[in-house]
């Protein structure tokens, strides 16, 4: 339950710290980004990643 408040609690610092101006779109994007930040960490963490070579064989099939 804890690591939920402490989500929240992220998300609620996030939101405060964008610009008054911001748009809904623009505050979803920062909030997506952080997601996708903190999922690969947690990949990373428990061993889930790829060696650099094979990030590179990856990539040249993505950038043909």
């Given at each position: 339950?804890?690591?939920?408040?402490?989500?929240?609690?992220?998300?609620?610092?996030?939101?405060q710290?964008?610009?008054?101006?911001?748009?809904?779109?623009?505050?979803?994007?920062?909030?997506?980004?952080?997601?996708?930040?903190?999922?690969?960490?947690?990949?990373?963490?428990?061993?889930k990643?790829?060696?650099?070579?094979?990030?590179?064989?990856r990539?040249?099939?993505?950038?043909?």
């Amino acid at each position: 339950m804890q690591a939920i408040i402490s989500e929240k609690q992220n998300i609620l610092k996030t939101v405060q710290s964008l610009p008054d101006d911001t748009s809904i779109e623009e505050a979803m994007e920062r909030l997506y980004l952080l997601f996708k930040i903190e999922k690969g960490c947690r990949q990373a963490d428990s061993g889930k990643t790829v060696s650099h070579a094979e990030a590179e064989k990856r990539m040249k099939k993505w950038l043909k």
